[in-house]
């Protein structure tokens, strides 16, 4: 089966690469997310990812840390991610790039937009790092502006739940799951699926979101054939 997106950005949350352990990276989760991006690649997709780092630090539960350094720690633990990702994708044989916002040469490449879309042409998958190298950005906020820098189809956004609620499904049995939405709703039903900034942006650039579940990692591939996944967030345009 084709794909119905030729261009992905795929957000994944650190929290996701450590499975149950809650902390630090499975790697076999590690693996399986890779073998559902080497399946994509095989399809055709042209395949971008940007990692979190909550499974090492997250800046704003950082307590009396001073924010930004405590951002620019959080960036470091997407870098680790990042290196884990690269490392469990060229296990399964794919030509992989990781590049970072803040620049770390011995060990990544520097984010320059043309290389990126080059290597994408190239049929390699990037991993961009350091989220957008600024300290009060989310990497939801990363992902809506890679997203628009490399001009993807879609942003595929890979959570622990299977689509977007009214309220947390986790907690209220009683939760509603979305199929479709616009960045509108989500801005003002303040909803928790990303942070406004990103809603934002991914509105005025017009990249549709496709928010699934991640406990199998399949789903990757599914989400890339266009199959009635998930929930779907789209700004539709002006006539």
Same mark, same amino acid.
């Given at each position: 089966?084709?794909?119905?997106?030729?261009?992905?950005?795929?957000?994944?949350?650190?929290?996701?690469?450590?499975?149950?352990? &809650?902390?630090?990276?499975?790697?076999?989760?590690?693996?399986?997310?890779?073998?559902? /991006?080497?399946?994509?690649?095989?399809?055709?997709?042209?395949?971008?990812?940007?990692?979190?780092?909550?499974?090492?630090?997250?800046?704003?539960?950082?307590?009396?840390?001073?924010?930004?350094?405590?951002?620019?720690?959080?960036?470091?633990?997407?870098?680790?991610?990042?290196?884990?990702?690269?490392?469990?994708?060229?296990?399964?044989?794919?030509?992989?790039? /990781?590049?970072?916002?803040?620049?770390?040469?011995?060990?990544?490449?520097?984010?320059?937009?043309?290389?990126? /879309?080059?290597?994408?042409?190239?049929?390699?998958?990037?991993?961009?790092?350091?989220?957008?190298?600024?300290?009060?950005?989310?990497?939801?906020?990363?992902?809506?502006?890679?997203?628009?820098?490399?001009?993807?189809?879609?942003?595929? &956004?890979?959570?622990?739940?299977?689509?977007?609620?009214?309220?947390?499904?986790?907690?209220?049995?009683?939760?509603?799951?979305?199929?479709?939405?616009?960045?509108?709703?989500?801005?003002? &039903?303040?909803?928790?699926?990303?942070?406004?900034?990103?809603?934002?942006?991914?509105?005025?650039?017009?990249?549709?979101?496709?928010?699934?579940?991640?406990?199998?990692?399949?789903?990757?591939?599914?989400? /890339?054939?266009?199959?009635?996944?998930?929930?779907?967030?789209?700004?539709?345009?002006?006539?």
């Amino acid at each position: 089966m084709a794909v119905k997106y030729r261009r992905v950005l795929l957000k994944l949350s650190g929290e996701a690469l450590a499975g149950d352990k &809650k902390f630090g990276i499975d790697y076999d989760i590690v693996s399986s997310i890779c073998k559902a /991006v080497k399946k994509c690649v095989k399809l055709g997709a042209q395949m971008g990812i940007v990692v979190g780092g909550g499974n090492f630090f997250r800046g704003r539960n950082s307590g009396h840390m001073d924010r930004t350094r405590a951002d620019h720690m959080g960036m470091l633990a997407t870098v680790m991610n990042s290196l884990a990702l690269a490392d469990g994708l060229e296990a399964q044989g794919l030509d992989v790039r /990781v590049q970072t916002a803040i620049e770390m040469q011995q060990i990544a490449e520097p984010y320059i937009r043309s290389k990126a /879309v080059r290597h994408l042409e190239k049929g390699r998958v990037i991993v961009f790092g350091c989220g957008t190298g600024s300290p009060f950005f989310s990497t939801d906020t990363a992902s809506s502006l890679r997203a628009a820098e490399i001009d993807a189809d879609i942003m595929l &956004k890979a959570t622990m739940v299977d689509g977007v609620y009214d309220k947390d499904p986790h907690q209220f049995p009683d939760a509603v799951k979305f199929d479709s939405l616009t960045f509108q709703d989500v801005l003002e &039903k303040e909803l928790a699926v990303m942070d406004g900034t990103a809603a934002a942006m991914f509105r005025d650039t017009h990249i549709p979101v496709l928010v699934f579940n991640l406990r199998n990692p399949e789903n990757i591939v599914a989400a /890339v054939q266009g199959e009635p996944i998930g929930t779907i967030i789209k700004e539709e345009l002006s006539k």
